[in-house]
């Protein structure tokens, strides 16, 4: 079953949480103007990342990380 990763950049402080559980899907970049946030690489990623993508929203600090199973 395929995922849909999406990310309330309004609330994301960039934590890095996510990069660390799985960085095929997520990087963190530096903004000037405030935190760091998080980009998602991967919106669809392959099933084989599941568990990690699951991990990510799981532990994510401000609960940001949605992923919605098509």
């Known amino acids: 079953?395929?995922?849909?990763?999406?990310?309330?950049?309004?609330?994301?402080q960039g934590h890095s949480v996510c990069l660390s559980e799985c960085p095929a899907v997520f990087d963190v970049v530096e903004h000037d103007d405030g935190y760091?946030?998080?980009?998602?690489?991967?919106?669809t990623p392959d099933d084989a990342l599941r568990d990690q993508v699951l991990a990510a929203a799981?532990?994510?600090p401000n609960h940001v990380i949605t992923v919605v199973e098509d």
């Open 1 to 12: 079953m395929p995922l849909t990763v999406k990310v309330d950049l309004e609330l994301c």
């Open 58 to 60: 799981r532990y994510c």
């Open 36 to 43: 760091p946030q998080v980009v998602v690489l991967q919106e």
